[in-house]
């Protein structure tokens, strides 16, 4: 084989990297369904606005312009996936992101999705 001038030849045989323990199968199943609801574009929009503060539904949906019951029916799948928090004051919901790895996560996307190649 000739060697090219100024190219290292590369070897086939790489270092391997130090073990790090799996994931449990349940770990990859909830973060696929985490995947799979951060998936949706107007999910991610609200996932955006929760980032920044606490919101109540209505407040959503008219951020949104959308209807009530649709800003609803997102959040409620949002929420069975552990993704948002909900809290009650009167007749009033109000939802908020569940921690800052879900915070870091909408960010992370949206800052990668945002760069010019």
Do not use: N
């Not at 955006?48 to 799948?77: F, I, N």
């Not at 948002?84 to 919901?93: A, F, P, Q, S």
């Amino acid at each position: 084989m000739k060697r090219t001038p100024g190219r290292a030849r590369t070897s086939h045989i790489h270092a391997r990297r130090p073990a790090q323990r799996r994931p449990s199968d349940i770990a990859f199943a909830r973060a696929a369904g985490l995947f799979r609801a951060v998936g949706d574009v107007a999910r991610l929009r609200l996932l955006h606005t929760l980032a920044h503060s606490e919101w109540c539904v209505s407040e959503l949906a008219a951020s949104e312009g959308t209807k009530l019951s649709t800003v609803s029916q997102q959040l409620r799948l949002l929420h069975a996936e552990r993704i948002v928090e909900r809290r009650r004051d009167g007749k009033h919901i109000y939802y908020r992101l569940v921690d800052d790895h879900v915070r870091d996560l909408v960010r992370a996307a949206l800052e990668h999705a945002g760069e010019s190649r």
